[in-house]
């Protein structure tokens, strides 16, 4: 695309000033029809989006190394497929204007960025002026109750709970309080997912646009560098210990109060075979012991068939 969507967000720009000037770029005067498809449109992009098991993140936006590389967008395989088009639309705005960064997207992330990023995909994925058009078939008396918030959300292909609040707070036609804590229970009350059950809906057409997008996307191979670059964000960050974030930096001190003149070094074979993870510790003058090739490869694999779903087996602790 032409357009500089970094310059547009760094020069003020609003996420839904940023998702419309997408839009409207990415489908260049043709009809958009709905629901978007958010995984298309990472594949039409040229960038290469995986599913994986994530424990505390919703996402994951990789970078491009070099011209020849493509960026990657690694999306939470565990959560219901409203929450992965919305994320994908959400890092989708981490590639548009944050390009030069990795970001790791943790559930329930508070920083501006997350947030512009956030506003960015549910604008992306439900304009306000379809919406408008949308609330105004079924509004009666200038309010729309709970089943026609149900019918707009399936159209649009977000969950009931986000289209329920930019349906409240940004067109304000939603009768009542409309606090958060009230809107939550209203939504708790109603079941929705029970009601769409009864009504014999299913996510059938959202999981066909992703089926779709994800045929494209094996047309894209990012380089073996993007490939463990991702493994190894996605291993370090998601499965380290609850609780403990620490630099290297700071563990090289650690050793050294210890008294330690060497560490062995184990996690994936990037971690393992590049220098990111010892240079703190070298400059500290600490060897570094790595395992040789043949025990870098079985602890990799350990950790990406073991460690990253359910812990290691003991007989691979043996």
């Known amino acids: 695309m032409a357009i500089d969507f970094e310059e547009f967000a760094n020069g003020g720009m609003s996420a839904d000033q940023l998702a419309n000037v997408f839009l409207r770029e990415y489908y260049s ?17 040229k960038i290469a989006f995986l599913l994986r098991p994530f424990k505390k993140y919703e996402g994951i936006y ?17 959560r219901p497929i409203v929450r992965q088009r919305f994320t994908a639309a959400h890092e989708l705005c981490h590639h548009l204007k944050d390009v030069h960064s990795g970001f790791m ?37 200038g309010y729309i109750d709970l089943d026609g918030v149900l019918l707009i959300a399936d159209y649009f292909g977000v969950s009931f709970q986000s289209c329920l609040y930019k349906i409240a707070y940004r067109l304000h036609m939603i009768q009542g309080d409309t606090d958060t804590e009230t ?6 009350k ?22 779709d997008a994800i045929g494209d996307n094996f047309k894209l191979k990012p380089t073996e560098y993007a490939c463990q670059k991702f493994k190894t964000e996605y291993v370090f960050h998601d499965s380290r210990l609850e609780g403990i974030d620490i630099d290297m930096e700071t563990a090289a001190a650690i050793v050294m109060e210890r008294g330690y003149k060497k560490v062995g070094l184990l996690g994936t074979i990037f971690t393992m075979e590049q220098d990111f993870m010892k240079k ?18 079985l602890i990799a694999k350990r950790i990406y068939e073991e ?12």
């Open 62 to 78: 990789i970078p491009v190394e070099d011209e020849e590389d493509f960026p990657i967008v690694g999306i939470n395989l565990l």
């Open 183 to 188: 809107l939550q229970k209203l939504a708790r």
């Open 105 to 141: 997207c943790a559930t329930n992330a508070k920083s501006e960025i997350e947030k512009y990023a956030e506003n960015f995909a549910s604008e992306l994925l439900m304009p306000t002026a379809e919406l408008k058009k949308q609330v105004q078939k079924y509004a009666k008396d």
């Open 280 to 297: 703190d510790l070298l400059q500290s003058g600490i060897d570094v012991i790595v395992p040789d090739k043949a025990d870098r490869e």
């Open 307 to 318: 460690l990253e779903f359910y812990g290691v087996k003991k007989m691979s602790i043996n």
């Open 29 to 45: 005067g043709k009809e958009i029809r709905y629901p978007i498809n958010p995984f298309q449109m990472l594949t039409d992009l």
């Open 190 to 211: 109603y079941k929705p997912a029970v009601k769409r059950k009864e009504q014999g809906k299913y996510d059938t057409v959202l999981y066909e646009q992703l089926f």
